[in-house]
């Protein structure tokens, strides 16, 4: 599977210009973490790639065809999972997934259910009807409909919104052993589900694409510009961001990132958090 | 307490959104509906049209309105999900009161803007009749208090089912159930209440406290499903039995609901405004009673103490019979459903008697047992609230300072199985009123003040000659109108003298009079040479008994009496009732079964007659002749008519029904067409007119004194086939 | 197809919003039957189809009413927010909005025939007649074009605004209120009562004038065309 998004804008009737410019290539099998902050674009990329929306500049292409022209061929080997979505309250878990299963045209679709129950650990309620589940089951049978009929081109949006650690863990690598043989979107706030499972990360910011590459060419590029140091009573300098802020018993212990360490700071070992949010501070300045 | 001080905080939360205030404005702008549209109060008073229904729309409409802004804003916190916010802080019990407070208070700020906004407009279109006392007790009754009953409905409804769609369907079904199936039962429709009418010159006290009990009936049992509901609000994720039983631990809470829905239902099971009389109207056991053997009548004196205050009646009655028998006998009375009745002695002695529970034609049954001897006077007291038997037509017994009307059983009781003695049924009633009130015994009698009290009552005494009787009272102005050799005592209400001396009234009825005395001769019943037309509170209708003519007010109001298309004489109801005087009365018909020939088919024809004479004959031809022609035209193609084997086959209530309203076609329309069609065949109207008096003049047979088709068809030296219209 | 048919008929009519609804209709058929359709409408029998046709005109508007609470379901918030799943499965938009509409048509017909067992039961009840073979053509001529078009324009409605979907409810009792013309007259029932009268026989057997049939074509058509309308709509404002 392959995509290829070419020069993409989008600019919404309102008038508001959510994406601009934008160039990507995505290559399966790859598990790809889409950063950003609220309001860069990280979800009209999303639904630009699920069709839902049309790109009012440039074009997107599904292994070479145009994302208009290949609608249906892209629908039909597309697992997605969006951040806001509603499930039919008066259905079973089972039920749902079979109605589901019957929309993409699943061929067995029992097979197909038992295996997606069990791999989101549904199976205890697997005859509840959905109104009676809780937000993270909720949220696991969103992710259960995604994994349906194993599409190669996976999109979650904030899967793990509503999950404890737990159950972060398993889809984390759930995800993981999916990417293996395909491709794998997701867009998340959470830098840690990104470091321990994504070969490749996109940062987008204002609608446009700030970084591309590998989460370490991510770490590298922060080198240098991450330090400790004691919080003292005169004016912070200009141009430092503090990323933590410790209470010891000698004192507050700040990290932070900067473009130049002031010289009372250590320098440390930058963690992909580090570097993300060195990347979009300096977008900032 | 909680609720108290959060009460001002949601109430002002409510009175920023933008759809309460739409509600709000939809609610005072929806009494116009009742101007147009809706318009359950079918009489043509000015008040039933101005006042009535636009304040039963206005309720109507307005309780839905609150019920869905309810709904909205009981699930506008679920909606927004602020509930979990909310519910963290505040224990969603005391949201709950809190809210409704809100809206309560907000419903009753609605009432009282609808008030102010529609006082002048009310004022102006009900012109000279309007009154404030009326006008606030509708809009507070007919309209105000269905607001909170919608807001309670609708809000139990969401804390049930925790669904707005579901609440709304519930909601409005529940709605709509008083609309349609309930529209006839006063005690269920919660949302428009059975008023026909509201009376334009006479008090409305008896249907006003009729639908105060209807809503307070409701707002007990609406209250306590919403405290029910309000018990099963949903809490520490529980379901709602599981919250209905956490709720339930303070034991006053399921005890107050209890308590409401208790008090809901004896108030409706315990109504003191309508009777439990036999539906079936074709049933008269009371007249089938045998009379008391050798038991014969000899006089009656009551003495009646209406307190126009609260409605009710007391009296002391005195009956003397003589008993020949040497035995004891079971005497039969007809009392008044709502009387109770103490103290019966026999010659000064107790005597046992029973009230049955069985009631028709808005009588029960009171049996006394009288001694063996030969003179027996029975004396007894009664007192109590009137009950009346048409839940749809409430308002007949009114009863106050400035009307009451009371008839036959309501007076004091009937004797239903005594025959009479030599001289008839002889009876002096005395009857205490206010000074304002003048009593008029409906017939020949002439009542006479006899005494002036010291409360400013004055006590009143006619003499009559019937086991029953009726008497009108009220603060009214009497007109001396010669007539046809008659006197002519015409009673109106006090309130409606302008408009009566505008419409020339007075010469309205010389001229009905004055037409039927001299096409058919002279009324030759009653005392002498007078004739009273009473005008009676709103009724639906008159009716005529010896030397008296009772003609609703309805056909006295200003809008009738100023419809010029009507010509100068007020309603032509008025005519027929006045028609009846020599058509129904002065010759009698025997109208009891069910035949097309009765009063009604010369009354409605000399009704087109005079109004031919008055309005010109393209009027009475449209408005009279072809009208009944295109009747009797859908009559005669009636399926059932054509068809009376698929009539049979019905159920008995069907069939009753559709057998009544065929049976009143051909009386009413067949039957005029028919005389009119005699009236070609025997040479023109003259011709007519002449066999009429001839018949109206004719000698009686004391036996059967009733006036024939026959006598008529041979009369006019036709025969039945001559006058087929077919 | 089949199953998604299923399942949204499982949706729409295993729940207690359709029995509510089934039970207002039987109430308020009840009502109909026994207050006008037993005296017979334009001098025919109770059981004519010109009756019988005047009786469903008179549940028409409940019927129109459940028709588009049928279709709520579809453009209820709370659906909207599933449609972010739906849509983006490879079924095309048309054939699935197929399926769901086949679901609320079958919802609407089942009200429908309720209605009509009611009547039925009615007229063995209170006559023991049971010809109704006669009463096909006056139930396929009111009922069908006035579903398909409740249905399509709700539809669209529904897609443009879902809120206009119970704007759309009122219909009826405003055409009720309108003084149609005769070709018109199915829409609001005064055709059962106007044109056996115009025909001058007594009881005629019941035909269709080509103006009347024309108009409930056209309200079929236009029904299908809304309704195909409404789903390019639908593609349409998703992009």
């Given at each position: 599977m392959e995509i290829k998004i070419q020069n993409v804008g989008m600019t919404y009737p309102s008038g508001k210009q959510a994406l601009k410019g934008l160039n990507l290539e995505l290559k399966s099998p790859s598990l790809i973490g889409l950063l950003g902050p609220n309001g860069a674009g990280k979800s009209t990329l999303m639904k630009l790639l699920v069709a839902a929306l049309m790109p009012t500049e440039g074009r997107i292409l599904a292994d070479g065809a145009p994302l208009e022209k290949a609608e249906r061929q892209l629908k039909a080997s597309l697992g997605y999972l969006p951040q806001d979505f509603g499930l039919f309250d008066e259905l079973t878990v089972t039920q749902f997934l079979d109605y589901m299963a019957a929309l993409k045209g699943i061929k067995n679709p029992k097979s197909a259910i038992q295996k997606t129950i069990q791999a989101v650990n549904l199976e205890e309620k697997a005859k509840s009807k959905i109104r009676t589940l809780s937000g993270g089951q909720r949220q696991r049978v969103g992710i259960a409909q995604a994994l349906l009929g194993d599409p190669p081109f996976l999109i979650f949006d904030e899967?793990?919104?509503?999950?404890d650690p737990e159950e972060r863990i398993h889809f984390r690598n759930l995800f993981s052993r999916t990417a293996q043989e395909r491709l794998v979107l997701l867009s998340t706030h959470i830098i840690e589900d990104v470091q321990s499972v994504c070969d490749q990360l996109v940062v987008i910011h204002h609608g446009t694409i700030l970084f591309t590459g590998t989460p370490e060419q991510l770490i590298e590029s922060a080198a240098g510009h991450v330090g400790v140091f004691w919080e003292r009573d005169e004016k912070q300098e200009q141009g430092l961001h503090i990323t933590a802020r410790v209470n010891t018993s000698q004192g507050i212990r700040c990290r932070a990132v900067a473009d130049k360490l002031p010289p009372y700071a250590q320098a440390e070992e930058p963690t992909l958090e580090d570097a993300y949010l060195y990347l979009i501070s300096r977008e900032a300045v | 307490m909680k609720a108290m001080r959060l009460f001002p905080l949601e109430l002002r939360r409510l009175l920023q959104s933008r759809l309460t205030w739409l509600m709000m404005a939809l609610t005072v702008a929806s009494p116009v509906l009742g101007l147009?549209?809706?318009?359950?109060?079918?009489?043509?008073?000015m008040l039933s049209m101005y006042l009535a229904n636009p304040a039963l729309a206005g309720g109507a409409a307005g309780a839905i309105l609150f019920g869905l802004l309810a709904i909205f804003e009981l699930d506008r916190a679920c909606r927004s999900r602020v509930d979990i916010l909310t519910d963290a802080v505040v224990s969603p019990l005391t949201t709950a009161l809190t809210r409704l407070l809100a809206l309560l208070t907000a419903a009753v700020l609605t009432a009282g803007l609808t008030m102010l906004v529609w006082l002048p407009i009310s004022a102006g279109l009900i012109g000279s009749v309007f009154t404030g006392a009326d006008y606030v007790l509708a809009y507070l009754l007919l309209m105000g208090l269905a607001l909170p009953l919608g807001v309670l409905a609708a809000a139990a409804a969401y804390q049930f089912t925790r669904r707005a769609d579901l609440s709304i369907v519930l909601f409005i079904a529940f709605c709509a159930l008083s609309l349609t199936v309930w529209v006839g039962d006063w005690q269920l429709c919660w949302l428009n209440p059975c008023v026909w009418a509201l009376s334009d010159d006479f008090s409305n006290s008896r249907i006003f406290r009729s639908v105060a009990w209807m809503r307070l009936t409701w707002l007990s049992a609406l209250a306590g499903v919403w405290t029910l509901s309000y018990l099963c609000i949903r809490q520490y994720g529980k379901g709602m039995l599981g919250s209905l039983a956490r709720s339930a631990r303070r034991i006053y809470r399921p005890a107050i609901a209890l308590a409401l829905l208790a008090c809901s239902g004896a108030a409706y099971a315990a109504q003191p405004f309508i009777d439990r009389s036999n539906p079936d109207l074709t049933v008269m056991s009371f007249y089938e009673i045998p009379y008391a053997e050798g038991v014969t009548f000899v006089r009656r004196t009551a003495q009646v103490f209406p307190d126009t205050n609260a409605g009710t009646v007391t009296g002391r009655a005195s009956y003397q019979f003589q008993n020949t028998s040497g035995q004891e006998q079971s005497i039969s009375f007809g009392i008044t459903p709502g009387y109770i009745i103490s103290n019966v002695k026999a010659n000064g002695t107790d005597v046992p008697f029973t009230v049955s529970g069985y009631q028709e034609y808005n009588e029960a049954r009171l049996e006394v047992t009288i001694p063996a001897q030969e003179d027996v006077e029975l004396t007894m007291e009664y007192s109590g609230f009137p009950q009346e038997s048409l839940p749809t037509m409430q308002g007949g017994k009114e009863l106050s300072s400035e009307y009451l009307c009371l008839e036959n059983a309501a007076l004091s009781p009937r004797v239903m199985n005594v025959l009479p003695g030599e001289a008839g049924y002889p009876a002096e009633i005395e009857i205490t009123l206010p000074e304002a009130m003048i009593a008029i015994p409906f017939g020949s009698s002439r009542a006479e003040v006899i005494a002036e009290n010291a409360d400013g009552t004055r006590t009143w005494r006619y003499e009559t000659n019937s086991a029953g009787g009726i008497l009108y009272a009220g603060d009214y102005i009497c007109e001396q109108i010669e007539a046809g050799g008659m006197t002519i005592e015409f009673y109106y209400g006090r309130k409606h003298q302008a408009v009566m001396e505008e419409a020339g009234a007075v010469d309205a009825v010389k001229a009905v009079v004055d037409y039927c005395t001299e096409h058919y001769?002279?009324?030759?019943?009653?005392?002498?040479d007078t004739l009273k037309l009473i005008q009676s509170r709103v009724a639906g209708g008159g009716y005529a008994a010896n030397g008296a003519s009772l003609l609703d007010e309805a056909d006295f109001t200003i809008a009738n009496l100023k419809d010029t298309s009507k010509g100068a004489v007020p309603g032509e109801i008025f005519i027929h009732e006045l028609v009846h005087q020599w058509w129904g009365l002065g010759n009698m018909f025997d109208d009891s079964d069910g035949s097309p020939w009765s009063s009604e088919g010369l009354t409605v024809y000399t009704t087109y007659r005079i109004v031919k004479e008055l309005y010109g004959a393209d009027y009475a031809q449209k408005y009279y002749v072809d009208q009944w022609q295109q009747v009797v035209d859908d009559y005669y193609l009636n399926f059932y008519v054509r068809h009376p084997e698929y009539l049979e086959m019905l159920p008995e209530a069907e069939r009753l029904n559709i057998a009544g309203s065929l049976s009143g076609v051909r009386r009413y329309n067949e039957m005029p067409l028919k005389i009119l069609k005699a009236e070609q065949l025997v040479g023109g109207e003259e011709a007519m007119d002449q066999i009429l008096h001839d018949l109206f003049n004719r000698e009686l047979d004391p036996m059967y004194p009733y006036l024939t088709y026959q006598e008529f068809l041979d009369a006019c030296h036709l025969t039945e086939e001559d006058l087929n219209l077919g | 197809m089949g199953k998604i048919f299923r399942y949204e008929c499982r949706r729409l009519l295993w729940n207690k919003f359709f029995i509510g609804l089934a039970v207002v209709l039987l109430l308020y058929g009840a009502l109909v039957l026994h207050a006008v359709t037993i005296l017979g409408v334009a001098h025919t029998a109770p059981f004519s189809p010109w009756s019988f046709g005047d009786y469903l005109s008179r549940m028409l508007p409940l019927l129109w009413i459940g028709m588009l609470f049928f279709l709520t379901f579809y453009t209820s918030p709370k659906a909207r927010r599933a449609a972010a799943l739906t849509d983006a499965a490879p079924m095309p938009p048309r054939r699935y909005a197929l399926a769901r509409c086949a679901a609320a048509l079958t919802g609407g017909a089942l009200l429908s025939l309720l209605c009509m067992v009611e009547a039925a039961v009615f007229y063995v009840r209170m006559f023991g007649w049971c010809g109704w073979g006669s009463l096909l053509l006056p139930a396929l001529a009111t009922l069908l074009p006035a579903l398909v078009f409740a249905l399509g324009s709700g539809w669209l409605l529904g897609q443009i605004r879902p809120w206009l979907v119970y704007v759309w409810m009122a219909v009826p009792f405003l055409l009720a209120a309108l003084p149609l013309p005769e070709a018109l007259g199915l829409w609001n029932g005064s055709f059962f009562t106007a044109c056996p009268l115009a025909l001058?026989?007594?009881?005629?057997?019941f035909v269709l004038p080509v103006a009347a049939a024309a108009a409930q074509a056209v309200l079929l058509a236009a029904g299908a065309a809304l309704l195909a309308w409404g789903n390019r709509l639908r593609n349409i404002t998703k992009k």
């Open positions: 899967p793990t919104v509503g999950l | 147009v549209l809706y318009k359950p109060a079918d009489s043509t008073t001769g002279k009324l030759s019943y009653g005392a002498g | 001058e026989t007594l009881d005629p057997a």
